[in-house]
C-alpha cells in the first residue's frame, strides 16, 4: 500500500510498507520477506535487528537526545572520533560529524577552500573529480559528480569543475598494456590536468578508492591511487577520498584505502557508519588542515544544525565497535571470495553478462547484449531496472545502475549484503538473482 502525502522519489513508485527488519531480511506489510542483498545501498553492514546498536540507542535516548555543537560536545561523539582516528589511516586526525554522505562531501569541498584562504579569499578553487563517479546530491557534492545526466537538469553548479578518467581496466585496458601501466597512465591525467589549469589553481581532487554507484564496484588496479599520492603532493593537491559507499569496512578493510596502501587528507564515511540505524556521517582531516583553520580564521565556516548527534553518535559507535571487535572486516574478505565464486559459476558465462568484479562483499554485474563485444543494451531499455524489479519480486534488493550513457558500458547492479550473511544466505541470494 502506498501512503499518498509522502513524496517518493519515482513520483510513479507504488511501494510496499516495510514494517519490519531481521538479520538479513526485510519485511513488508504482507508478511513478504526480502534479503537485503544490497543493504539498501551498502548501510546496513550489520543487518537489521542488530541488538549492540539498538541498545546503545535507547540508553543514549533515555540519557541526552541533544545538544547543540554551538554549546557541547558529548561522550558518544567524543570516544567514536577517538575510535576512528585510532583505526585510520596516515596522519587523519579529527573528526566533523554530519548527518549523511552528502554533507561529508559538501564539507570537504568547503574545508579544501577554506584551507587555501590567504587574505581572506580562496586563493585555489579548482577541484578535479573523475568522469564516473558519485558524490551526492546536494549541489556542491553534485558537481563533484562525474555523471554528466545527473547534473544536466541542476545547472549552472556551483564549483569549478573538471572530470578526468576512471580507473576502469575491464573496459578501457588494451591488451598489450600491463595493468601497471594502465594505472600509471591513468593516474598521469591528474598531472596533466593540474597543469592545463594551472599549478596554483586546483584546490583538491576527489575520488572514490572502490567506485559504488555509477559503474558498479569498479576498483583500481595496484599502483594507481599511489601515483595519484604522489601527484597531489607534488603540487599540493588535497587528495579527498569519498568512503561514503565503499568504507566501512565493505572491502574487507575499514578504510578501502587501507587496500590500495594510501592514505588521504580528507576521508567522506556515512552509510555503513550509522549501519541504517542512524543518519550519521564524518569527514576525517588531517592534523595539518586543522591547524591550519585553527591557526587562520580559527572557525570553520560550515555547520548543520545536527552535526554531532548523540544518538547518532551513540548507534556510530557501537557500529564500529560491533565491526572491530568482531573482526567483521576480516570475515568480509573471505564471505567476499565465496560471493564472487558463487557470482562466477553462476553468471560468469551468461550471454548477457559482461564483467562480475568487486572487492569484499561489494560486487558488481554488469549487463551487456553482447558478451563477446561487451556492447551495451539499449538504454532504452532499462535493464537493469527491469533486474531490480524481476529480483525485488523473487524477495531480493539489489541496486541497479543504468548503463553510463555514452554507449560504452552496459548497466549494473551492485550486490552489497550484510557482513552477517552466512555463505548459505549468500548462495540463497545468488539462487534468486539467478
Ligand atoms: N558519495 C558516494 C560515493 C555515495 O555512494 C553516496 C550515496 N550513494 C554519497 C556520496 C551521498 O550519500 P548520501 O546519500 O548519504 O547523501
Not at 33 to 59: M, P, Q, T, W
Not at 206 to 225: H, N
Not at 408 to 425: C, K, M, Q, S, W
Request: hydrophobic share 40%.
Amino acid at each position: 500500500m502506498t501512503r499518498s502525502h509522502v513524496f517518493p522519489r519515482h513520483c510513479h513508485a507504488a511501494l510496499p510498507t516495510a514494517v519490519g527488519g531481521e538479520g538479513c531480511y526485510l519485511i513488508d506489510a504482507d508478511g513478504k520477506r526480502y534479503f537485503d542483498g544490497s543493504g539498501g545501498a551498502a548501510v546496513s553492514c550489520l543487518g537489521h535487528s542488530n541488538a549492540r546498536v539498538r541498545e546503545a540507542i535507547k540508553a543514549q535516548v533515555d540519557q541526552l537526545a541533544f545538544a547543540h555543537t554551538g554549546f557541547f560536545t558529548s561522550d558518544p561523539a567524543e570516544k567514536l572520533a577517538d575510535l576512528l582516528i585510532a583505526n585510520a589511516p596516515g596522519d587523519l586526525d579529527r573528526v566533523y560529524f554530519v548527518s549523511g554522505g552528502s554533507e561529508a562531501v559538501e564539507s570537504a569541498i568547503k574545508l579544501a577552500r577554506q584551507y587555501h584562504v590567504e587574505n581572506g579569499e580562496p586563493q585555489r578553487r579548482h577541484l578535479i573529480a573523475r568522469r564516473q563517479s558519485y558524490h551526492g546530491n546536494t549541489i556542491g557534492a553534485l558537481s563533484a559528480g562525474g555523471n554528466a545526466w545527473r547534473r544536466q537538469q541542476f545547472g549552472p553548479l556551483l564549483v569549478e569543475m573538471s572530470h578526468i578518467a576512471p580507473c576502469y581496466e575491464y573496459a578501457d585496458r588494451p591488451e598489450d598494456e600491463t595493468p601497471e601501466a594502465y594505472g600509471q597512465r591513468v593516474a598521469n591525467e591528474l598531472e596533466a590536468e593540474i597543469l592545463r589549469l594551472g599549478e596554483d589553481s586546483v584546490m583538491a581532487f576527489i575520488a572514490e578508492p572502490v567506485v559504488g554507484a555509477t559503474l558498479g564496484a569498479v576498483p583500481a588496479v595496484p599502483g594507481y591511487f599511489k601515483r595519484l599520492r604522489e601527484i597531489c603532493d607534488r603540487y599540493g593537491v588535497l587528495l579527498i577520498l569519498d568512503e561514503v559507499m565503499c568504507g566501512m569496512g565493505r572491502t574487507g578493510h575499514l578504510f578501502a584505502c587501507d587496500g590500495d596502501g594510501i592514505a588521504p587528507d580528507i576521508l567522506c564515511i556515512a552509510k555503513g557508519l550509522g549501519a541504517g540505524y542512524q543518519p550519521i556521517g564524518a569527514m576525517l582531516c588531517s592534523a595539518r588542515i586543522y591547524d591550519t583553520i585553527a591557526a587562520g580564521t580559527g572557525f570553520f565556516q560550515h555547520g548543520h544544525t545536527y552535526i554531532g548527534h548523540p544518538v547518532a553518535a551513540a548507534a556510530g559507535l557501537a557500529v564500529v565497535s560491533e565491526l572491530l571487535e568482531r573482526d567483521l572486516p576480516a570475515q568480509v574478505r573471505t564471505r567476499g571470495q565465496h560471493l564472487q565464486a558463487a557470482l562466477e559459476q553462476r553468471f560468469g558465462q551468461h550471454a548477457h553478462v559482461g564483467d562480475i568484479r568487486g572487492r569484499g562483499l561489494f560486487q558488481g554485474i554488469e549487463f551487456v547484449a553482447d558478451r563477446g563485444t561487451k556492447a551495451p543494451f539499449d538504454p532504452a531499455l532499462g535493464i537493469a531496472g527491469k533486474v531490480k524489479k524481476a529480483a525485488f519480486a523473487e524477495g531480493l534488493i539489489c541496486y541497479p545502475m543504468p548503463g553510463t550513457r555514452d554507449g560504452r558500458h552496459g548497466d549494473h547492479v551492485l550486490l552489497a549484503p550484510p557482513f552477517i550473511a552466512t555463505e548459505a544466505e549468500l548462495d540463497e541470494m545468488v539462487d534468486r538473482l539467478s
